[in-house]
């Protein structure tokens, strides 16, 4: 899933693309624009998707997109309307590409944006212990309680009459009605990616967002990294 948070820097043109991954092409047009990076599935056209596995060739038959990101003994299995571009490593190309569209995604500091609770309109309509703190693009429905010494990041949605322990930090998340998050709990962060490629790592970006559907409850302690 695409997060609905970042912002995608897009369309590049595909001369741009080739760029990136150090690949010479002549008699690419600037006027072909990529507007997104996106899987197999969920590809359109003027995107660009990857292929890296023959599990996946079921899906690599049917994409819609305009080009994918593969390897020699697989451009076979493509379709006609998609173009491949062989690359030596799919998965670090693609978090190349990834990273341009999305450059938000690699970082994932701290939010500086935090403010106390009650220095925001949230402390009117929403319960809440001691030393809690709020970023931007946070909304909060009414019913809701956070424990002392929580912190709901930057780019947080969360539903009615949700409960939300002390010591826990959210982001990049979007919560339904009537959800208990017990305490110590990381919500939305990125998890761990690297990509091994000679003697240095890459960092994938991990573009996806945490979705907590409605009556769930998570665990004390609980650690839920957005995806890729």
Same mark, same amino acid.
């Given at each position: 899933m695409i997060n609905p948070f970042f912002i995608n820097k897009g369309p590049f043109s595909i001369k741009d693309i080739f760029t990136i991954l150090n690949i010479s092409k002549k008699n690419l047009s600037n006027k072909k624009n990529i507007k997104d990076?996106?899987? !197999?599935?969920? &590809?359109?056209?003027?995107?660009?998707?990857?292929?890296?596995?023959?599990k996946y060739?079921?899906?690599?038959? !049917?994409?819609? &997109?305009?080009?994918?990101?593969t390897s020699k003994n697989l451009i076979n299995e493509l379709p006609k309307n998609c173009f491949p571009i062989i690359v030596e490593n799919v998965l670090?190309?693609?978090a190349k590409i990834t990273k341009k569209f999305y450059p938000n995604s690699i970082n994932d500091e701290f939010d500086i944006t935090c403010k106390n609770i009650s220095e925001t309109i949230l402390c009117k309509k929403v319960k809440?212990?001691?030393?809690v703190l709020i970023g931007e693009n946070v909304k909060i429905n009414s019913g809701c309680s956070i424990g002392h010494n929580?912190?709901?990041e930057k780019n947080v949605r969360i539903g009615k009459n949700c409960k939300i322990g002390s010591s826990t930090i959210i982001r990049n998340s979007i919560i339904k009605d009537n959800v208990t998050i017990l305490d110590h709990c990381v919500?939305?962060?990125?998890?761990?990616?690297f990509f091994p490629n000679k003697n240095k790592n890459h960092r994938y970006p991990h573009i996806g967002a945490v979705i907590i559907h409605e009556n769930c409850e998570i665990g004390s302690g609980s650690t839920i990294d957005r995806g890729s």
């Open positions: 990076v996106r899987d !197999l599935f969920s &590809a359109e056209k003027d995107t660009i998707t990857f292929f890296h596995s023959s060739k079921s899906l690599a038959r !049917l994409t819609k &997109a305009s080009y994918c990101l670090i190309s693609v809440f212990g001691y030393n929580s912190i709901i919500i939305g962060k990125k998890g761990f990616g």
